[in-house]
């Protein structure tokens, strides 16, 4: 039976870079949905405009 790899440090670093992208990723995609979810609050919570008087052409 063959033993188990040990990753060496190249292999560690590049795997704790990638782990950090994606937790940055991931907290950039939480915070979108945050602010498209304050934006659609804040427009639910705003009158319902009144809708614009047709102009008459002479």
Request: charged share 35%; hydrophobic share 40%; net charge positive.
């Amino acid at each position: 039976m063959s033993e188990p790899k040990n990753p060496t440090k190249a292999e560690l670093a590049a795997a704790a870079r990638a782990r950090a992208k994606a937790a940055r990723e991931a907290e950039a995609l939480r915070a979108n949905l945050h602010r498209r979810k304050a934006q659609a609050r804040a427009e639910a919570a705003k009158p319902a405009q009144m809708a614009e008087e047709p102009t008459k052409c002479p």
